[in-house]
């Protein structure tokens, strides 16, 4: 499988961007997919993972991003408003290699990664 990620932008402190991430060679549907940023000189993060029925946020995106997926366009969105300074990183789209697995919400848990976007959201 392989995943590209694209959406990612220059934006002030307040507004939107949507990223999204394209997966190929697999029955889509059946895997967990995640976010996650790095920041410069930080470790990677979670931020949002969704499965077929549920999502996980890391509290520090609640309430302003929003995960989603379209199983028959085989995408992951991850909507981000009320974007902050800190909010800045490049972010991955990420899955697992087995299907029907819980939401994880550290790095190890996923095996497969896509080649990250960067958003930068300047003050």
């Known amino acids: 499988v392989q995943l590209q990620a694209s959406g990612g932008g220059l934006v002030q402190a307040g507004g939107s961007l949507r990223l999204s991430c394209v997966a190929s060679?697999?029955?889509?549907?059946?895997?967990?997919m995640g976010w996650f940023r790095q920041a410069p000189g930080k470790e990677r993060e979670f931020v949002a993972g969704?499965?077929?029925?549920?999502?996980r946020y890391a509290d520090s995106v609640k309430g302003r991003f929003t995960i989603s997926r379209d199983n028959a366009k085989k995408t992951v969105y991850l909507q981000m408003n009320s974007l902050r300074p800190e909010d800045t990183a490049v972010y991955y789209c990420?899955?697992?290699?087995?299907?029907?697995?819980?939401?994880?919400?550290?790095?190890?848990?996923?095996?497969?990664w896509g080649q990250g976007t960067l958003v930068t959201v300047s003050s």
């Open positions: 969704i499965s077929y029925s549920n999502a």
């Open positions: 990420s899955t697992n290699q087995d299907p029907f697995l819980p939401i994880g919400t550290t790095r190890a848990e996923y095996e497969i």
């Open positions: 060679g697999r029955t889509f549907s059946r895997y967990v």
